[in-house]
């Protein structure tokens, strides 16, 4: 199991949170979330990541132009797209050589069927709850629903999940469940984590001879 935690934007936290070795650490790039980088995280500062540790930005309905900009000037591992981009926005991205994680956002009338069409060009979905805000709700979705998930697409599973929930989501059924985003469930305040509970989350989530160093 991979762990990505995502919406950092102070230095000193991001560095305290590298430190422990997650697999994935998200960045978000869209003006409207409490979260977003701003002036806070540099280009340099991100060179300074590990190459072990993958850089993701995360955006919403962004022209693709400034979606590549970034990518590039930040040297970003992939790009996470939370918003209603489209199949061939998804192409688009795939034509270039920027890879994509796409979100998609439950509630239980979700069907799978529409992941059809993005499944050749995106590198892994994301599952997240769907609320007011692209992202970052703190709420959990229906789990269960992922037991019809059956695309060779690896996903993400994110959206309100807690210190606590590490046991139940290794029991969860279905093998192409490759990693577990966390955000908000685990901050002090918007972009700033909980280091102590990341740190216990790890080591309940992560045999330690799988962990990033």
């Excluded at 300074?48 to 000037?73: A, C, H, L, Q, Y």
């Excluded at 998609?104 to 050749?120: R, V």
């Amino acid at each position: 199991m991979k762990l990505k935690v995502c919406g950092l934007n102070n230095p000193q936290n991001v560095e305290d949170i590298v430190s422990l070795g997650p697999d994935y650490i998200g960045f978000i790039f869209y003006p409207g979330s409490k979260r977003y980088v701003s002036n806070y995280i540099s280009p340099e500062f991100l060179s300074k990541i590990p190459s072990s540790i993958k850089k993701v930005g995360v955006f919403v309905d962004e022209e693709i132009n400034e979606v590549e900009r970034i990518f590039r000037t930040y040297k970003l591992d992939y790009v996470q797209l939370h918003g209603n981009e489209s199949p061939k926005y998804c192409i688009r991205l795939f034509l270039i050589n920027v890879p994509v994680i796409k979100v998609f956002s439950f509630d239980d009338t979700f069907e799978f069927k529409k992941l059809d069409t993005y499944a050749p060009f995106c590198s892994y979905f994301l599952f997240d709850s769907k609320g007011i805000m692209p992202g970052g709700n703190g709420k959990k979705f229906n789990w269960s629903l992922i037991e019809d998930y059956d695309l060779n697409v690896p996903f993400f599973l994110s959206g309100g999940i807690g210190p606590n929930d590490a046991d139940i989501i290794k029991d969860l059924p279905n093998e192409m469940l490759y990693a577990v985003d966390i955000n908000s469930s685990f901050e002090s305040e918007p972009g700033i984590k909980n280091v102590q509970n990341i740190e216990k989350f790890i080591r309940s989530i992560k045999p330690i001879n799988q962990r990033v160093i």
